[in-house]
């Protein structure tokens, strides 16, 4: 039953995968299932091996590098809070460094003065810079450059 053999390298392969999350040990726990597809149809020992190293020559040179350079984009959306960075949203009370309201993206926000010695009046435009838990940090519209 080398069949079995194969499986049991692949599940240890699959745990040290887990752990390291460095995709290199989860491409040769793959290559060791299809080892153990070729050992359970009846191949002998040096096709499974061929099977093993074939399998694991295409995954270390063609998938790791494709996956790798998925793993390290920034994502194209932005979700949650962080997709208000950026906004335009108008002062409802008056904006200091300290409170304020502000309409943003048809809700009532808390908002703080992203400069501190600025008073940004009711109804002024501001963009929204940075979200600190439930408080934006805006600046008014007419300072941008």
């Given at each position: 039953?080398?069949?079995?053999?194969?499986?049991?390298?692949?599940?240890?392969?699959?745990?040290?995968?887990?752990?390291?999350?460095?995709?290199?040990?989860?491409?040769?726990?793959?290559?060791?299932?299809?080892?153990?597809?070729?050992?359970?149809?009846?191949?002998?020992?040096?096709?499974?091996?061929v099977?093993?190293?074939?399998?694991?020559?295409?995954?270390?040179?063609?998938?790791?590098?494709?996956?790798?350079?998925?793993?390290?984009?920034?994502?194209?959306?932005?979700?949650?809070?962080?997709?208000?960075?950026?906004?335009?949203?108008?002062?409802?009370?008056?904006?200091?460094?300290?409170?304020?309201?502000?309409k943003?993206?048809?809700?009532?926000?808390?908002?703080?003065?992203?400069?501190?010695?600025?008073?940004?009046?009711?109804?002024?435009?501001?963009?929204?810079?940075?979200?600190?838990?439930?408080?934006?940090?805006?600046?008014?519209?007419?300072?941008?450059?």
């Amino acid at each position: 039953m080398p069949w079995l053999a194969w499986l049991l390298a692949a599940a240890a392969l699959g745990v040290a995968e887990f752990f390291t999350l460095t995709l290199v040990f989860g491409l040769f726990a793959g290559a060791a299932l299809v080892a153990a597809v070729v050992a359970g149809v009846g191949v002998g020992l040096l096709g499974q091996l061929v099977a093993l190293g074939v399998t694991a020559a295409v995954g270390l040179l063609l998938i790791r590098p494709v996956a790798l350079r998925q793993m390290a984009q920034v994502p194209l959306t932005r979700e949650g809070s962080d997709a208000l960075i950026g906004k335009r949203a108008e002062v409802m009370q008056e904006v200091t460094a300290s409170h304020g309201l502000i309409k943003l993206s048809g809700e009532e926000w808390s908002a703080r003065a992203l400069d501190e010695s600025l008073v940004i009046p009711v109804g002024a435009l501001v963009d929204v810079m940075e979200i600190e838990g439930a408080t934006a940090l805006v600046y008014p519209r007419e300072l941008l450059p």
